[in-house]
């Protein structure tokens, strides 16, 4: 495994939860329970620190980062999509963020939204719950109902990472042949 302790800060990462070989996971690095973590995804504590909930997952070549100046808190049953760069201060429970979505130094993502792929949330940008945001800069796009079927897709999406926590310890092989 890529995981690294930098002096005295230490990767501390459930068990239950899956990391990738090939992702990075260094320094001051809280992962909870059945988070999933995917190839080339690179999560670096070395400025700040940084927390992720349970049941999220970081999708490949998703990169985050913290600073000094905050810790980097990562809700409960998030998706963040490949290629995502995360340098928001916060991202509230059942969030989307999406493929290549970047979110800026000290932005904040509340619960129950989405950020549309591409999209640029500028520094310290706020967002409200259950909403989508999208575009350069990202603006609100429209609502996304909790109890709505675009929520409900997310939730099954979401559950397909819970489950590769064990399908990739149980499965996952190297073919050399
Ligand atoms: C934002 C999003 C939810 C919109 O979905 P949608 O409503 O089905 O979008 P549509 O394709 O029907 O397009 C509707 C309008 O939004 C625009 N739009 C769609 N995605 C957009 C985006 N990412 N940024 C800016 N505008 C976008 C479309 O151009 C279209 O505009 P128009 O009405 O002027 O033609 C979706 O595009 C998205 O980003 N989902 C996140 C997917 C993702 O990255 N998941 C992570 C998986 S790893």
New binding site residues.
């Given amino acids: 495994m890529t995981i690294y302790a930098l002096g005295e800060k230490r990767p501390d990462i459930a068990s239950s939860a899956y990391v990738h070989p090939h992702a990075t996971v260094i320094g001051d690095v809280k992962i909870g329970e059945r988070v999933f973590v995917a190839p080339m995804a690179s999560i670096r504590g070395d400025r700040g620190r940084i927390e992720i909930g349970d049941e999220t997952n970081v ?1 490949d070549g998703a990169v985050i980062h913290s600073d000094t100046s905050f810790v980097t808190k990562i809700g409960r049953r998030v ?4 290629n ?1 760069t995360i340098h928001a201060e916060s991202i509230g429970d059942n969030a ?6 970047v979110l800026m130094l000290g932005s904040k993502v509340a619960e129950g939204v ?6 640029l949330l500028h520094n310290k940008t706020l967002t409200e719950p259950n909403k ?1 945001y ?3 800069p990202a603006k609100y ?2 609502d ?1 109902d909790p109890e709505g079927e ?1 929520r409900a897709a ?1 939730d099954d ?1 979401l559950d397909t990472y819970v489950a590769n926590t064990d399908v990739y310890k149980r499965d996952l092989r190297e073919v050399d042949d």
């Fill in positions: 999708q998706n963040i999509g490949h995502a989307a963020i999406g493929m290549g979505a989405m950020i549309a792929n591409s999209a989508i999208a575009g350069v796009m429209r996304l675009a997310i999406y």
